[in-house]
């Protein structure tokens, strides 16, 4: 059975950091795009960041740019999320998700990722 599963959240103050860890089994990732999402209750599913296959390219939203990074070890079918100078706005549920369509624009949009984890609360208090 293929799995992404999220670790690493967490209670943090504002201005503080978290590293986010997705470990996937049942399948080998190093073929495909791998992404994080977050989600505020009431709200849609946002796109934070993404990094392509190899890990040679990223992308990230415009709010988190700047301060979280995304990088992926192949070996260890792991991506991760460095969270630094967190803000309440940062809380939120993530999610990490699975691009299987080997193109090589890496996408934002929620119905481009096949896989994805069961999230991982991120909580920043002021």
């Known amino acids: 059975q293929v799995q992404l599963v999220e670790s690493g959240g967490g209670l943090v103050q504002a201005g503080g950091s978290l590293r986010l860890s997705c470990a996937a089994s049942?399948?080998?990732?190093?073929?495909?795009?791998m992404g994080w999402f977050r989600q505020v209750p009431g709200k849609e599913r946002e796109f934070v960041a993404a990094?392509?296959?190899?890990?040679?390219?990223?992308s990230y939203a415009g709010s988190v740019k700047g301060r979280f990074t995304i990088s992926r070890d192949n070996a260890k079918n792991t991506v991760y999320l460095q969270m630094n100078y967190l803000k309440p706005e940062d809380t939120a549920v993530y999610y990490c998700?699975?691009?299987?369509?080997?193109?090589?624009?890496?996408?934002?949009?929620?119905?481009?990722?096949?896989?994805w984890g069961q999230g991982t609360q991120v909580t920043v208090s002021s």
């Open positions: 049942g399948r080998t990732f190093s073929n495909d795009n």
């Open positions: 990094i392509t296959w190899n890990g040679g390219r990223t």
């Open positions: 998700a699975a691009d299987l369509g080997r193109q090589l624009v890496l996408s934002m949009r929620i119905s481009q990722y096949d896989y």
